[in-house]
């Protein structure tokens, strides 16, 4: 069964999405393009992101993501890319693991003090008066 009709984001030809996020030409090309990455790597060992990117025209998206899965460590190449919080070399995600903590404690601390803030108004608030029983009252009788 076809995918749905989209524009290709690269070239902006239609074409039916089945999972690569472009038309049929452009993958192939995106396909040649990691090869040729990957044989620059395997060439120049030690080669850092903004070295690739200009000997090979790949754009460091692509090449992030094909550190991310693991494609150059198929190859036998150790590869990494700075966390986008402190610049700490990572192999996977967006940040390291101290930032990926210090943002998980932050969060924790935000939540604790919002939940006692929360029970404090709730004990401060005044409590309802009621004014009888039911819906009637029962005043001259």
């Known amino acids: 069964m076809a995918g749905k009709i989209k524009n290709c984001p690269n070239c902006g030809k239609l074409y039916a999405e089945i999972g690569r996020k472009m038309c049929p030409d452009c993958y192939d090309k995106e ?6 990455v990957i044989a620059y790597v395997r060439e120049h060992k030690g080669a850092k992101i903004p070295e690739i990117v200009k000997e090979t025209g790949a754009n460091e998206t692509m090449i992030k993501r094909l550190i991310r899965e693991g494609r150059f460590e198929q190859v036998g190449i150790k590869m990494t890319y ?3 919080k402190c610049g700490e070399p990572i192999i996977t995600g967006k940040l390291c693991q101290n930032c990926q903590e210090k ?9 604790s ?4 803030a929360k029970q404090m108004a709730k004990a401060a608030a ?10 009637y009252s029962l005043k001259n009788r």
């Open 113 to 116: 003090k919002a939940v006692a």
């Open 82 to 84: 700075p966390c986008e």
């Open 126 to 135: 005044p409590k309802p008066q009621s004014k009888g029983k039911g819906m």
């Open 31 to 36: 396909l040649e393009k990691e090869g040729d």
């Open 103 to 111: 943002i998980r404690n932050d969060l924790q601390a935000t939540q």
